[in-house]
């Protein structure tokens, strides 16, 4: 008995100091939950009549107006996550507000993602500047689809909004769900993922091997893409409300800034981007055409080798098999609350914003920075994609036009589901070969230089059918023999003059497709590597299948296919590389 009472003694005599500990940390949690005002139950009511469900967060002592923090998003996530960022918000001397778009967590209307979220940014903010903790400054900042809002808060501009930080921001229609006018698989089962409930159904958005079994039944059966849902069994009312809009329609337009909008944007930005982001082409969509309709507006940004998601948890050490320099990471939250109180609270610069464009380069451990996207190179190596063969399966890139004129003859059967064409996705990164089934063309070993920026090409071919969807890879070959991934482009040849209006190709005429919305990226090229790019038709498991009959693409199906696909590409055709050299 007495070795018992002993033991007890000892026990408390070393739990002790661990009780006491967490009493304090109970103590001081208690003490810092009580600092501030929480308001999670807010409804917002448009002007429209829709409802907005939203939370505000600010601090007890804050007696004066404060600038606010506005996120805004369609995914309702932990609240107790959420709530956190808002009292970060709160901690650094802003009112933290969170809001969910139309129709999510209390909102009672229906949920229509990218629709209405532009007209019901504006009547958020307008609200937040009618709050009497607000000081008339409202910055916003968040990724993805909240990088998207941001932008489409912009569209018609309200005067309390001072600034927008986006991370990796979507632009609906042109980096998703289809990419120049192809349909792209992944967002299928998004649709499912925020549109099923006023959260997230994240059983059904987890169920990789359910969307997976139903795309390689789709590609196996040859049916119309349009009748993916009826494999699927479950309707998807999203995914038919997009594909019939397969144009960059006044539908899609209507969503984002588009054209002259641009000119009424006129508060700083500062946008946060990734070389290997899949939606790329969006955020940068955005800035080039803000500084075309309006060059006066300061706008910056941040890029390096980053996905989607890495950009926003600011980098990350390995992208798709590719370890990135260890400079290349950075803490995004705190840049983004230095570039907030530059802005809202007249702060000095933040340090990291070397010029308006700062970009980590690929091979190296150093960061550039230039005034411009287009400034980021010297000069374009013009490459011809020649006829004439440096071995078996690979012909020349050629820094001088061809004298006499040819082509090269690709032959694809639609219907042969044995084989798939255009490996175009970057990962891995890095590779000890390259698919053989599009036509490969290499360079002379070059010196050491920078790619730096979006590659451009212009390609003439002919056809026997009236479309078709078209790949071009672009690699560093290294003097190793390793295949780096640098850029791509995939594009629908009938929007390629124009991706508002389809305009079908004449069989057997020579057509040309010019294009630029490729992926920016920045790689120092070893001296000695190559530059590689594989010409190709897309075809594969993985986005919708064109086969070129005219008809409305998302209604082909196996049966359209009939004779394959015959295509001249000829030799006077080339991409342009931005280097510094």
Same mark, same amino acid.
């Given at each position: 008995m007495k070795a018992y009472t002993g033991i007890l003694i000892l026990l408390n005599f070393l739990l002790a100091p661990i009780l006491q500990a967490q009493q304090t940390l109970w103590g001081s949690r208690q003490e810092k939950e009580s600092i501030y005002i929480i308001q999670d139950s807010v409804m917002i009511r448009t002007r429209d009549g829709a409802e907005i469900s939203?939370?505000?967060?600010?601090?007890?002592?804050?007696?004066?107006?404060?600038?606010?923090?506005?996120?805004?998003?369609?995914?309702?996530?932990?609240?107790?996550?959420?709530?956190? /960022?808002?009292? !970060?918000?709160?901690?650094?001397?802003?009112? +933290?507000?969170? %809001? #969910?778009?139309?129709?999510?967590?209390? /909102?009672?209307? !229906?949920?229509?993602?990218?629709?209405?979220? +532009?007209?019901? %940014? #504006?009547?958020?903010?307008?609200?937040? /500047?009618?709050?009497?903790?607000?000081?008339?400054?409202?910055?916003?900042?968040?990724?993805?689809?909240?990088?998207?809002?941001?932008?489409?808060?912009?569209?018609?501009?309200?005067?309390?909004?001072?600034?927008?930080?986006?991370?990796?921001?979507?632009?609906?229609?042109?980096?998703?769900?289809?990419?120049?006018?192809?349909?792209i698989n992944p967002n299928y089962e998004w649709s499912f993922y925020v549109g099923n409930n006023k959260y997230l159904d994240n059983k059904t958005g987890d169920d990789r091997k359910r969307f997976r079994n139903m795309m390689f039944r789709w590609w196996e059966t040859g049916v119309a893409y349009g009748k993916m849902d009826s494999i699927d069994g479950t309707p998807n009312r999203l995914f038919q409300r997009w594909i019939s809009h397969p144009a960059f329609d006044s539908y899609w337009q209507n969503m984002a800034p588009y054209k002259e909008d641009f000119a009424g944007i006129n508060i700083p930005v500062l946008a946060f981007d990734g070389y290997y982001n899949d939606s790329q082409n969006s955020g940068i969509y955005y800035l080039r055409e803000l500084n075309k309709y309006n060059p006066q507006t300061p706008a910056y940004l941040v890029i390096g080798p980053y996905g989607h998601f890495g950009t926003q948890m600011g980098g990350q050490e390995v992208i798709n098999g590719y370890t990135v320099s260890k400079n290349a990471l950075f803490p995004i939250r705190e840049y983004t609350y230095q570039w907030l109180d530059y802005i809202l609270k007249g702060a000095e610069k933040p340090s990291f914003l070397k010029d308006k464009i700062n970009y980590q380069v690929m091979g190296t451990d150093e960061w550039r920075s230039a005034p411009s996207i287009d400034a980021m190179h010297n000069r374009y190596l013009k490459l011809y994609l020649s006829s004439a063969k440096v071995s078996d399966d690979k012909y020349l890139l050629s820094p001088n036009k061809p004298e006499t004129k040819k082509y090269l003859v690709q032959k694809i059967d639609f219907a042969d589901r044995t084989t798939s064409n255009n490996d175009y996705y970057p990962d891995p990164i890095i590779r000890e070969s390259i698919s053989g089934n599009g036509y490969v063309f290499i360079s002379e070993p070059l010196d050491a230089m920078l790619v730096n920026g979006s590659f451009l090409g212009n390609i003439k071919f002919s056809i026997n059918k009236k479309d078709a969807d078209i790949g071009v890879t672009l690699y560093e070959l290294t003097p190793e023999g390793k295949y780096f991934h640098l850029s791509y482009y995939i594009g629908r040849a009938s929007y390629a003059r124009d991706n508002t209006k389809r305009q079908l190709l004449t069989p057997g005429k020579k057509e040309t497709i010019t294009f630029e919305n490729t992926h920016l990226v920045s790689k120092q090229l070893q001296k000695g590597s190559r530059l590689v790019v594989v010409l190709n038709i897309n075809k594969n498991p993985f986005s919708e299948l064109n086969y070129g009959s005219g008809k409305t693409v998302a209604s082909e199906t196996i049966a359209d296919a009939k004779e394959p696909l015959i295509i001249h590409w000829f030799n006077d055709s080339f991409v342009e590389i931005p280097v510094l050299q």
């Amino acid at each position: 008995m007495k070795a018992y009472t002993g033991i007890l003694i000892l026990l408390n005599f070393l739990l002790a100091p661990i009780l006491q500990a967490q009493q304090t940390l109970w103590g001081s949690r208690q003490e810092k939950e009580s600092i501030y005002i929480i308001q999670d139950s807010v409804m917002i009511r448009t002007r429209d009549g829709a409802e907005i469900s939203a939370m505000v967060v600010r601090k007890k002592n804050d007696n004066v107006p404060l600038p606010v923090i506005l996120q805004f998003t369609i995914y309702v996530r932990d609240q107790g996550r959420d709530i956190q /960022s808002l009292k !970060e918000a709160a901690d650094r001397g802003y009112i +933290g507000v969170m %809001a #969910y778009t139309r129709g999510k967590r209390f /909102s009672q209307s !229906e949920i229509f993602p990218y629709e209405t979220d +532009g007209k019901d %940014a #504006y009547d958020v903010i307008d609200w937040i /500047s009618r709050q009497p903790w607000c000081n008339g400054k409202i910055g916003m900042y968040g990724g993805s689809y909240n990088g998207f809002t941001q932008w489409a808060a912009a569209k018609k501009l309200h005067p309390a909004l001072k600034t927008i930080v986006p991370y990796v921001a979507n632009r609906p229609g042109m980096g998703l769900p289809m990419e120049n006018n192809i349909f792209i698989n992944p967002n299928y089962e998004w649709s499912f993922y925020v549109g099923n409930n006023k959260y997230l159904d994240n059983k059904t958005g987890d169920d990789r091997k359910r969307f997976r079994n139903m795309m390689f039944r789709w590609w196996e059966t040859g049916v119309a893409y349009g009748k993916m849902d009826s494999i699927d069994g479950t309707p998807n009312r999203l995914f038919q409300r997009w594909i019939s809009h397969p144009a960059f329609d006044s539908y899609w337009q209507n969503m984002a800034p588009y054209k002259e909008d641009f000119a009424g944007i006129n508060i700083p930005v500062l946008a946060f981007d990734g070389y290997y982001n899949d939606s790329q082409n969006s955020g940068i969509y955005y800035l080039r055409e803000l500084n075309k309709y309006n060059p006066q507006t300061p706008a910056y940004l941040v890029i390096g080798p980053y996905g989607h998601f890495g950009t926003q948890m600011g980098g990350q050490e390995v992208i798709n098999g590719y370890t990135v320099s260890k400079n290349a990471l950075f803490p995004i939250r705190e840049y983004t609350y230095q570039w907030l109180d530059y802005i809202l609270k007249g702060a000095e610069k933040p340090s990291f914003l070397k010029d308006k464009i700062n970009y980590q380069v690929m091979g190296t451990d150093e960061w550039r920075s230039a005034p411009s996207i287009d400034a980021m190179h010297n000069r374009y190596l013009k490459l011809y994609l020649s006829s004439a063969k440096v071995s078996d399966d690979k012909y020349l890139l050629s820094p001088n036009k061809p004298e006499t004129k040819k082509y090269l003859v690709q032959k694809i059967d639609f219907a042969d589901r044995t084989t798939s064409n255009n490996d175009y996705y970057p990962d891995p990164i890095i590779r000890e070969s390259i698919s053989g089934n599009g036509y490969v063309f290499i360079s002379e070993p070059l010196d050491a230089m920078l790619v730096n920026g979006s590659f451009l090409g212009n390609i003439k071919f002919s056809i026997n059918k009236k479309d078709a969807d078209i790949g071009v890879t672009l690699y560093e070959l290294t003097p190793e023999g390793k295949y780096f991934h640098l850029s791509y482009y995939i594009g629908r040849a009938s929007y390629a003059r124009d991706n508002t209006k389809r305009q079908l190709l004449t069989p057997g005429k020579k057509e040309t497709i010019t294009f630029e919305n490729t992926h920016l990226v920045s790689k120092q090229l070893q001296k000695g590597s190559r530059l590689v790019v594989v010409l190709n038709i897309n075809k594969n498991p993985f986005s919708e299948l064109n086969y070129g009959s005219g008809k409305t693409v998302a209604s082909e199906t196996i049966a359209d296919a009939k004779e394959p696909l015959i295509i001249h590409w000829f030799n006077d055709s080339f991409v342009e590389i931005p280097v510094l050299q």
